[in-house]
């Protein structure tokens, strides 16, 4: 159940990020509420998940898969670049997520 946390905790840290982009600096109410919600429940399941799993894999896989999730949804959505070397270094904290994953 735990890593279930930790995956309900990356989406939420995704949307929180992406929410704060929406928001304009919680300038804008809706986004700004969205985000705040999604950013206390990231919070939230992370420290579900940190009750059994080791704090640093369940931080590093938390923060790793919000970096990363992030970085993609700025490249569909944002037009943000998407140069080969930056996709590169992308798949390079994929992998480091899923290594801990498998070594936990």
Same mark, same amino acid.
């Given at each position: 159940?735990?890593?279930?946390?930790?995956?309900?905790?990356?989406?939420?840290?995704? #949307?929180? !990020?992406?929410?704060?982009?929406?928001? !304009?600096?919680?300038?804008?109410?809706?986004?700004?509420?969205?985000?705040?919600?999604?950013?206390?429940? #990231?919070?939230?399941?992370?420290?579900?998940?940190?009750?059994?799993?080791?704090?640093?894999? !369940?931080?590093?896989?938390?923060?790793?898969?919000? %970096? !990363?999730?992030? %970085?993609?949804?700025?490249?569909?959505?944002?037009?943000? %670049?998407?140069?080969?070397?930056?996709?590169?270094?992308?798949?390079?904290?994929?992998?480091?997520?899923?290594?801990?994953?498998?070594?936990?």
């Amino acid at each position: 159940m735990s890593w279930i946390y930790l995956f309900i905790a990356s989406i939420c840290e995704i #949307s929180w !990020a992406v929410g704060l982009k929406y928001s !304009a600096g919680l300038s804008k109410p809706i986004p700004s509420v969205f985000t705040i919600i999604t950013m206390i429940l #990231s919070f939230v399941f992370l420290s579900q998940a940190s009750k059994t799993l080791p704090i640093g894999t !369940a931080y590093v896989i938390w923060t790793g898969i919000g %970096a !990363a999730g992030t %970085a993609i949804y700025g490249m569909m959505f944002f037009g943000e %670049a998407r140069e080969v070397i930056r996709l590169v270094f992308l798949l390079f904290i994929i992998t480091g997520v899923i290594g801990l994953k498998f070594t936990s």
